[in-house]
């Protein structure tokens, strides 16, 4: 911890001197980069929007197309299983015992 101190004490002044420099340089005038223009203006999204909406209509299409069509075949399968044979049920006695098992 003392050899922590001893080298801050030592690197303070340095440290300060550096900063302060650096600080002036950063007056200077603001450059403006060489890019088209400000991020996320109106064109640059246009991608992104075509192909979520285009996904987004393609999936509604998806579940309207399976909902409408698969009800026929639902109901058939439900028409099967009702009219299948069923057998009386019974259930165990409690306590289980062993024995009969």
Known sequence: MYICRAAWQKCAPLARTCTTRFARNA????RQMSSGGTPGSAGDNLMYIILCGGSFAGAGYYVYKTLTTDSAR??????EISSRPKSEWTPKPWPSNKEDE
């Open 27 to 30: 007056a200077a005038p603001v």
């Open 74 to 79: 639902f109901q058939d399968r439900v028409t």
